[in-house]
C-alpha cells in the first residue's frame, strides 16, 4: 500500500465556483496522476506529474490544471466547476520508469451542482 | 480512439467456476500489461501484471495470458469466490518514447460471482 490519501471525500459544489482536490503520498514517489471515473468510460487520466514542478496534459485535461510544489502533493483544481465534471477522482502514484504499477488513492466524489 | 478495449461490461459466474475476462488492444507499443480490481467506493487495487516477453503469468488463483499476435490478453480466475465480484480493469503501458509514464485504461467489466 503507497499510502495516498485524498481530500475531500465527498464535495457539493455549484457551477462556476472554483474547487481543488488534493493528493498526499508518503512514499517519496516520483510520478503522480489524476484520473476521472464516469460510467461507460473507465478511467481517464487528466494530468499527471513527472517530478516537482514538472507536469503534463493527459486526455481529459480541459477546465482543470495541476500543481506540485512538493513531492508529496499534487492538487487538482477545477478552475470553474461544470456539471460534466460531477465524476469520481482518483490520485495514483508510481515509484520510478522501473515501477511499473500505480497505486491509487480512496478517490473523491464531486458533485457540481 | 480507444487503445485498451474490454468488450464485456458485465460477467456473471457462479462461485467455483472459472472467471474469464477479456481485454484487446491495438497499440503494438504496449509491452506491459496490468489488471486492476475496483470495490465500490475504493480506489483500484493492482491483482497481476505480465510483460510481453511472455505469454503467461500466475499468482495463486490468478493467471494472465498474453497472445500478442492477437494483441489479446485475458485473466483467468480459479475459482471464483463471491469476494470477488468487483470491477476488473485491464491497462497497458508502453516503455518507449513520451508515453513511458504512463497507464492505458479499458472502460472495465464488472465480475458477479454468484454463491
Known amino acids: 500500500d503507497a499510502g495516498i490519501t485524498q481530500s475531500p471525500r465527498h464535495k457539493v459544489t455549484e457551477t462556476g465556483t472554483p474547487v481543488t482536490l488534493r493528493c498526499h503520498q508518503t512514499?517519496?514517489?516520483?510520478?503522480m496522476y489524476w484520473y476521472r471515473q464516469d460510467p461507460g468510460h473507465g478511467l481517464r487520466l487528466i494530468h499527471y506529474?513527472?517530478?516537482?514542478?514538472?507536469?503534463d496534459k493527459g486526455e481529459v485535461s480541459d477546465g482543470y490544471s495541476v500543481s506540485r510544489s512538493k513531492t508529496e502533493d499534487f492538487l487538482l483544481t477545477l478552475e470553474s466547476a461544470t456539471s460534466s465534471q460531477t465524476s469520481v477522482y482518483f490520485c495514483?502514484?508510481?515509484?520510478?520508469?522501473?515501477?511499473?504499477?500505480?497505486?491509487f488513492g480512496p478517490g473523491t466524489r464531486l458533485t457540481v451542482l | 480512439d480507444q487503445q485498451v478495449k474490454q468488450n464485456s461490461p458485465s460477467l456473471s459466474v457462479q462461485e467455483g467456476r472459472i472467471s474469464i475476462l477479456n481485454c484487446d488492444y491495438t497499440?503494438?507499443?504496449?509491452?506491459?500489461f496490468l489488471w486492476y480490481k475496483k470495490y465500490p467506493a475504493e480506489g483500484p487495487t493492482f491483482l497481476i501484471s505480465?510483460?510481453?516477453?511472455?505469454d503467461k503469468n500466475e499468482d495463486g488463483r490468478f493467471t494472465v495470458f498474453l497472445n500478442k499476435s492477437a494483441k489479446h490478453l485475458s485473466l483467468h480466475i480459479v475459482p471464483s469466490q463471491p469476494g470477488d465480484s468487483a470491477v476488473y480493469f485491464c491497462?497497458?503501458?508502453?516503455?518507449?518514447?513520451?508515453?513511458?509514464?504512463?497507464?492505458?485504461f479499458g472502460k472495465g467489466t464488472l465480475l458477479t460471482v454468484n454463491p
Open positions: 497499440n503494438s507499443m504496449f509491452d506491459y
Open positions: 495514483a502514484s508510481r515509484g520510478g520508469l522501473a515501477d511499473n504499477e500505480q497505486f
Open positions: 491497462a497497458a503501458h508502453t516503455s518507449s518514447g513520451g508515453s513511458n509514464y504512463k497507464l492505458t
Open positions: 512514499e517519496n514517489h516520483r510520478y
Open positions: 505480465i510483460s510481453s516477453i511472455k
Open positions: 506529474s513527472y517530478g516537482v514542478k514538472d507536469t
